[in-house]
C-alpha cells in the first residue's frame, strides 16, 4: 500500500518557469489539499478539494492553481514561479465522513525557485 | 479567521514526561488534531479530540477545553525518537462548498537529552 506519492521528491526551478508538482493517493480518500511548509509559518493551505471534479482556495492561493479530475490526482500547478513560492509542499488526503478522518501527509516535494 | 499559539521550542530528559501546549481562537470549530514530525519527514497524526476531556493512546494524551481554546499533549516516557516537532491543528467547516479543514499553528520543537 503505497498512501500518498508526491512527485519530483525535489526541484530547482528557474523564476518565471511553470511547474506541475504531482500527487496520488491510493486510498480512495474523497478530500485532498496541497500544503506548503516554511521556517517558522507552519504548515499553510493552498488549495483544496473535497471531491473529484471540485475544488477550493486555502489560506495562500496566489501563484498556483489545481485540478481534479478523478479521485486519485491531484496536481499542483506554479504558472510562473517566483523565489517567494520556494518551500516544501506537502500533499494530503482524508476521508470526508466519520469523526476523526484525520489527513494523511505525503513525503513532500522540495522546491527551490531560483 | 484562526489564530493558534504553542510554544517554538521545549527540551525534557529522557523517561520524564512533557505538557505541549497549545492555544486556539476559532469559528466552526470541528475538531483538534496533534501531528508529529521528524525533521525532513512528513506530519504524522497522534491523536483527535472533538470533545472536552482527555485522549489516551499508549504514552501519548491530548486533552482538550473547548470553552477555554486550550489543548495539550502529553508525552510520558520519553524517548529519544521523540525529538521532533509537534503540530496543533484546529479543524474547521468551510463555510462556502462544504467540507472542513485544518490551520495548523507553527509547530514545537521538542528536544530529548539524555
Known amino acids: 500500500i503505497a498512501g500518498i506519492t508526491q512527485a519530483p521528491t525535489s526541484q530547482i526551478l528557474a523564476a518565471g518557469r511553470r511547474m506541475t508538482l504531482r500527487c496520488t493517493q491510493d486510498?480512495?480518500?474523497?478530500?485532498m489539499y496541497w500544503y506548503r511548509q516554511d521556517l517558522g509559518l507552519g504548515l499553510r493551505l493552498i488549495h483544496y478539494s473535497n471531491t473529484a471534479g471540485t475544488t477550493g482556495k486555502g489560506e495562500v492561493p496566489d501563484g498556483y492553481s489545481v485540478s481534479r479530475a478523478n479521485t486519485d490526482d491531484f496536481p499542483l500547478t506554479l504558472a510562473s514561479a517566483v523565489p517567494s513560492q520556494t518551500s516544501v509542499y506537502f500533499c494530503?488526503?482524508?476521508?470526508?465522513?466519520?469523526?476523526?478522518?484525520?489527513?494523511?501527509f505525503g513525503p513532500g516535494t522540495r522546491l527551490t525557485v531560483l | 479567521g484562526q489564530n493558534i499559539d504553542q510554544p517554538t521550542e521545549m527540551t525534557a530528559t529522557e523517561g520524564a514526561i512533557v505538557q505541549i501546549n497549545c492555544t486556539y481562537q476559532?469559528?466552526?470549530?470541528?475538531?483538534l488534531f496533534w501531528y508529529q514530525q521528524h525533521a525532513g519527514e512528513a506530519p504524522t497524526f497522534l491523536s483527535y479530540n472533538v470533545l472536552d476531556g482527555l485522549e489516551e493512546k499508549g504514552r501519548f494524551s491530548s486533552f482538550l477545553s473547548r470553552s477555554k481554546g486550550y489543548s495539550y499533549l502529553l508525552l510520558k516516557e520519553l524517548q529519544m525518537k521523540d525529538s521532533a516537532s509537534y503540530l496543533c491543528a484546529v479543524r474547521v467547516h468551510i463555510l462556502t462548498g462544504g467540507g472542513n479543514k485544518l490551520t495548523f499553528g507553527t509547530g514545537t520543537q521538542l528536544k530529548v537529552e539524555l
Open positions: 494530503a488526503s482524508s476521508e470526508t465522513s466519520g469523526s476523526e478522518y484525520e489527513q494523511f
Open positions: 476559532t469559528s466552526g470549530f470541528n475538531g
Open positions: 486510498m480512495r480518500h474523497n478530500a
